[in-house]
């Protein structure tokens, strides 16, 4: 499976955007880059998920580069419940749909 | 949320004793995973199922076996429990496909003594 990268942490203040970043220099064409979140003592939930085009959803939004090497996911307005480990995973169909998942970045959200 | 639950939630154990995670789904999805959650590792695969009867190792399967001999149930078996798989483990279900989400339980905290 292609690797992702990402920074081991990032901080925020309450009610405001978040970007987090993730790079997957090598990305193949098929691949489609998914993001997770998981809260403390829960398990992981599904964010959202993109190809090519940016997406936007009811919980973030996923930029991807027009290279499709990096991507962003986008919290528009952090809260104290968007504190949780996020991981950009890279999907593609060979695999079973198995998803490898990275230690992800962990989002700390000051009050 | 999706139907999928876990059992035990907790579980001691000593070194050497079998232990069975089962791993519950009432969304007949297609594939399940079992993976598992270590501080510094994050999450890594087991095992997983793409089928009744139908599994196959993920990237930390040594000392595991699994079982899937309906749609609903998938089992994770460790034949005899060391210390190293004290552990959080995780049980996930998917449609498939490059766009389905996989929806996780709750987990299972084991000990092994």
């Known amino acids: 499976d292609a690797k992702t990268t990402q920074p081991n942490s990032m901080e925020s203040n309450e009610e405001e955007p978040v970007h987090l970043p993730c790079n997957h220099s090598?990305?193949?064409?098929?691949?489609?880059i998914h993001w997770y979140r998981q809260l403390p003592s829960q398990g992981p939930e599904y964010v959202i998920h993109?190809?090519?085009s940016n997406v936007n959803n009811r919980m973030a939004s996923l930029a991807i580069a027009e290279d499709r090497k990096s991507s962003t996911l986008i919290l528009h307005r952090a809260t104290l419940r968007d504190a949780a480990v996020y991981y950009c995973?890279?999907?593609?169909?060979?695999?079973?749909?198995?998803?490898?998942f990275g230690k992800g970045t962990l989002l700390t959200v000051n009050p | 949320d999706a139907g999928i639950t876990q059992s035990p939630r907790h579980k001691v154990t000593e070194t050497g004793t079998p232990v069975t995670l089962r791993c519950h789904q009432t969304?007949?999805?297609?594939?399940m995973y079992w993976y598992r959650q270590d501080p510094g590792h994050g999450l890594r695969l087991i095992h997983y199922?793409?089928?009744?009867?139908?599994?196959d190792k993920g990237e930390v399967s040594d000392g595991y076996s699994v079982s899937r001999s309906k749609t609903e149930d998938f089992l994770l078996t460790l034949e005899s429990a060391t210390s190293s798989q004290t552990s959080v483990y995780f049980c996930?279900?998917?449609?498939?496909?490059?766009?389905?989400?996989?929806?996780f339980g709750e987990g299972s905290r084991l000990t092994v003594l």
């Open positions: 996930a279900i998917s449609e498939g496909g490059n766009t389905g989400e996989l929806f």
């Open positions: 090598t990305i193949s064409g098929t691949d489609y």
């Open positions: 993109g190809l090519t």
């Open positions: 995973i890279l999907r593609s169909g060979g695999s079973n749909y198995k998803l490898t």
């Open positions: 969304e007949n999805h297609r594939y």
């Open positions: 199922s793409y089928g009744v009867k139908d599994t």
